[in-house]
């Protein structure tokens, strides 16, 4: 059976509205067979084909400086028109820009390190071919970021892995060990803390300084008020400030005596040395044991102070 | 033990149970990167040496925390950026000279201390030329911001994948980009004369 000839041909429209891909499966497929079987039609397809293809190149215009003012001051009478025209031709328009368009920085700078997708790298190689401005661009691009490239490495000095060697621990098995570094950690950090304290500013050095002189002012005035009265002079001062210090040495010397023998310590040591006397088998634990704890903190503050990891050629020796 | 073929995945935990000779390897693989990164990112021998050193002192000390699903440079790399960038914040030291340590207080100083690139295979003239034009991008990369400068240094320098950038920087893989456009961005503008 032969095909159905189509009744009517393809309105500019529907010919239009194929190409931009905006028509239903159903009515595309409308189309094809009709432009298949349609000379006319299919002439009038490839016209439509070379129109589009040809507008994707073409770059943008600027209008005539009084082309705003013109249209706008035309805008009541031709508001339909214009409408009419944005509907019908918006399309060209869209394409038109888009193709004038000058590729994004961000968009050079993926396609120069490959991060685009395929289809965008392809996309934008064809816009570098047709583009001597973004070509400039990319080239720039690429220029800037091979210079960063070739900086070279750097090297530490022949030292620097000794020195790191040195200070690591190796073999944790040494408990002290451990808490000495904690130690010394907390202290350089408390050092780090306090040297944020330190004035960087002239104004700040002129502040503390005013801050820190004021008590001692104040002091100074005060003695210059004292010792201005004739009956008040310094050797009498210094003998008032002995007595009354020499005076309270002594009261606080009494109080602490006879607070020992009240509180029955003596009585206590005394009964304790007395056992100690009659029992010399727990005398002799009593200072094995006492000898045992003495070595045992001696060598746990000789680990903590005066060890440190010996550095030879060859980085630390292992500290287990 | 032949540490030259072990993965840093498997030297890890070879120093994480106290074996000297992992430590080395790493230390080996991993002090010229760490160093080249800091002293860029503070451009002073001496201070750059300190606080790689201090880098590398603290992951090691902390290895046995590490943990293997991440890449070890990764991990290493985020300890020596974030404690270079703390020491930035600190000194409040945003910038860097090209010519020498921030701190120098004669001409001398500020020579010693100057960035002082190896030459190459290149002839005398083709090293001179490179040399120009690196210490200018090396002047130009130390005015950025320390994350713009630390993302550059990473992407650019050590060669490292945007995913890669993000787990050392702790940043989403967007701002990532973004710091890395803008950064290029502020290069190129500070360049211009020499790339167009």
Redesign the interface.
């Known amino acids: 059976m032969a095909p159905k000839r189509p009744r009517t041909h393809l309105t500019a429209e529907r010919i239009q509205a194929f190409l931009d891909d905006a028509l239903s499966r159903d009515d595309r497929a409308e189309v094809q067979e009709h432009a298949t079987f349609c000379g006319r039609c299919h002439a009038e397809l490839e016209a439509w084909q070379f129109l589009y293809s040809e507008l994707g190149g073409l770059p943008e215009l600027s209008p005539a400086p009084n082309f705003r003012d013109r249209v706008l001051a035309g805008l009541d009478t031709a508001l339909p028109a214009a409408q009419a025209a944005q509907r019908r031709f918006g399309w060209l328009r869209r394409r038109a820009v888009r193709a004038a368009e000058h590729l994004d920085?961000?968009r050079l700078?993926d396609y120069v390190e490959g991060?685009l997708p395929a289809r965008q790298m392809a996309r934008v190689s064809a816009h570098l071919e047709a583009c001597g401005g973004c070509r400039g661009e990319e080239e720039?691009?690429r220029?800037?970021?091979q210079?960063?490239?070739?900086?070279?490495?750097?090297?530490?000095?022949r030292a620097?892995?000794s020195?790191?060697?040195g200070?690591?621990?190796?073999?944790?098995r040494v408990r002290p060990v451990a808490a000495r570094?904690t130690l010394g950690h907390a202290l350089t950090r408390a050092l780090a803390w306090a040297g944020?304290l330190i004035p960087r500013t002239q104004k700040a050095w002129a502040v503390i300084s005013g801050i820190a002189l004021t008590p001692a002012t104040v002091v100074a005035l005060l003695a210059y008020a004292v010792f201005s009265n004739p009956l008040v002079t310094p050797e009498g001062m210094a003998s008032f400030f002995w007595w009354r210090i020499s005076g309270g040495a002594t009261a606080l010397w009494g109080l602490l005596a006879d607070g020992l023998v009240e509180s029955g310590i003596t009585f206590y040591a005394y009964s304790f040395l007395d056992l100690l006397a009659g029992a010399p088998a727990v005398a002799a634990m009593v200072a094995v044991s006492f000898a045992a704890a003495t070595s045992l903190s001696g060598w746990v503050l000789y680990r903590n102070l005066m060890t440190t990891h010996t550095v030879d050629g060859?980085?630390?020796r292992?500290s287990? | 033990m032949d540490f030259d073929t072990q993965t840093d995945k498997e030297l890890a935990a070879l120093a994480a149970a106290?074996n000297?000779g992992a430590?080395?390897e790493l230390?080996?693989r991993y002090?010229?990167?760490i160093?080249?990164l800091v002293?860029?990112m503070v451009r002073d021998?001496a201070l750059?040496?300190d606080l790689?050193?201090e880098a590398?002192?603290r992951a090691?000390?902390a290895v046995s925390s590490y943990d293997p699903r991440y890449k070890f440079s990764s991990w290493i790399f985020k300890i020596a950026n974030n404690h270079t960038i703390d020491h930035l914040r600190?000194r409040k030291l945003d910038t860097v000279s090209i010519d020498g340590s921030p701190h120098a207080r004669t001409a001398q100083e500020g020579e010693q201390t100057r960035l002082v690139?190896?030459s190459?295979d290149e002839n005398p003239q083709e090293y001179v030329e490179?040399r120009e034009?690196?210490d200018q991008?090396?002047q130009a990369?130390g005015k950025l911001r320390p994350e713009y400068r630390t993302a550059?240094l990473l992407r650019?320098?050590e060669?490292y994948a945007?995913e890669e950038i993000s787990q050392i920087m702790d940043l989403p893989l967007g701002t990532v980009k973004t710091y890395?456009?803008r950064a290029?961005?502020e290069?190129?503008k500070t360049?211009a004369h020499?790339?167009?």
């Open positions: 920085p961000e700078q991060l720039q691009w220029s800037l970021i210079g960063i490239e070739k900086l070279p490495v750097m090297a530490p000095s620097f892995a020195h790191v060697m200070q690591i621990r190796i073999g944790r570094t944020r060859n980085y630390a292992t287990i | 106290s000297e430590f080395a230390l080996r002090e010229r990167p160093f080249s002293y860029r021998r750059a040496e790689a050193q590398f002192i090691f000390n600190r690139v190896e190459t490179h034009l690196g991008i090396e990369i550059v650019h320098v060669g945007y890395l456009h290029r961005g290069l190129k360049l020499l790339i167009s």
